[in-house]
């Protein structure tokens, strides 16, 4: 299954072994470290931003609790979608270019990885101009798409939410 990705913001004390044990505890709820970074330092202290990966369908309260769990304090979690991972992108390439089977599905399955989203689909109309999907990853809406007027996309193009299609 393909994890979810969130950013925690969590605040911890300064001192050797204080980040190893909040990276115990985060394993221990299946979270998996992606990158840190520390935003600031005062005396004794540290703000760190942490980008984990959780299993689809965990929670992330999980993290707030393993945190606590190791002295930290989360200030934040939010779902991550920041910029792209070179190498994942490149993964996600070999992956479809060398897979047997459906390479679409292997596509919508894998991309929300790599573009730090919940869910992936691939959609089109059909010549009477109905929407359909053609697959999705886990986690993609079971709701029939009722219309897709912003199809065909000529290009690369932002989709508006608020599309009553979307």
């Known amino acids: 299954m393909t994890p979810v990705s969130y950013l925690l913001r969590v605040t911890i004390d300064d001192r050797p072994g204080s980040l190893g044990q909040l990276a115990v505890s985060l394993g221990s709820v299946a979270a998996d470290i992606i990158s840190l970074e520390v935003i ?42 920041g910029v792209l991972d070179t190498h994942r992108e490149l993964e996600l390439v070999d992956h479809v270019a060398t897979a047997h089977g459906d390479r679409l599905q292997i596509l919508v399955d894998d ?3 790599v573009l730090r989203t919940s869910w992936a689909t691939v959609v089109t109309t059909t010549d009477s101009g109905a929407a359909v999907t053609v697959c999705g990853s886990p986690g993609a809406p079971e709701t029939p798409l009722a219309s897709a007027s912003w199809l065909p996309l000529p290009a690369a193009t932002t989709v508006d939410p608020h599309d009553g299609g979307v």
């Open 111 to 113: 991309a929300p990885h």
């Open 40 to 81: 600031e330092r005062g005396d004794g202290w540290a703000v760190d931003d942490i980008v984990v990966d959780l299993p689809l369908g965990a929670l992330p309260d999980t993290l707030i609790t393993a945190a606590a769990k190791a002295g930290a304090h989360v200030d934040s979690v939010r779902p991550y979608a």
